[in-house]
């Protein structure tokens, strides 16, 4: 897999590593609202100076909107800018929220009663236009331990029906009292361009393979062999890489492959392999048959051509076979997708012996 702008294929439609919501407000897997003085991940570093830098100027805008791809810390990155921007410490001598004054404290509790979170409520998909409304309410609510600002952070914005986002427009236009809008996407393409041109677009980096090689380290006491295949699976998408390491998937990898093999020499059966790939989310498997075509066709196209045509053209063939399953997984109207495995692995064992 390429080390750079590869996005890894979620199993079972995960997209940004969420847990489930603690006291209405959703969390990555690491770094929640209860870390002291709030955080925000290493290569996030340049962007988070520009957000300081504005609010020491008073310049904030009322409303952003951060993109980036999904399994980087966004989420952890929207909740350090809430966090900060509530924080009652003087912001000329800190970079950080202080972990110490009240509003931190409840931040530390895992709730602040001045940051709503608007994200699709269990079971569905999209925003709806009722949980929009509820922005206004928010707002105008008072607390003896509140602040004056008010943040709303939505997420995904991508999730904003119609109704919904021009519901969310009216407050865009018209900022109830002093409130701070916060919307996280994996790009502003599917927004309506009137909510992107009320919000400051600010495109959040994801990490070198470097980057989430040294961040995985931090995290596992795996040797560094396991963390570099690890970090290549998911290069630029940090949290992904982790929890593949954590479910032990480059180990059973480097296992699929080697009955792969043996599948194509005729010494295991498609059953005995798919029956293999159950114990991991199908998206595995297939996302490394897709690397392996891949790798083989690069390897034959540098060899005489009368010699690998054939070969060349059968690998391709079975390419566009994973390419559909895999749009397929994307779909919840697929209903097996074992059954669309098994397919391919048939397929699989159909190429001549090779390298």
Known sequence: MSQTGAVYIHPQGQRDGHAKPMNGMTNEPTGNLTSAGGSHYPWHSPTWQQIVNQQRRGRLAHAYLFTGLPDTGRHQFVISVAHYVLCEADKSAHNEACGQCRQCLLFAKGYHPDVLQVQPEDGSRAIKIDQVRQIADHVQQTSNQASATKVIIIQPAEALGTAAANSLLKSLEEPPGKALFLLIADSGDCLLATIRSRCQNVSLPSPSFSDTQAWLATMSAADSDTLASAAALAPQQ?????????????????????KLTSLRQGEESVTEVARFCEKQPVAHAINLMTELCTHQVRSLAVEPQGRTSAQIRQLLKLQREIYRVSAQQESTSNPNLLMSLEYLLSQWQELPPGR
């Open 238 to 258: 940090p949290f992904a890489a982790l929890r593949m390491l954590e479910e032990g998937v480059p180990a059973w990898r480097e296992i699929l492959t080697e």
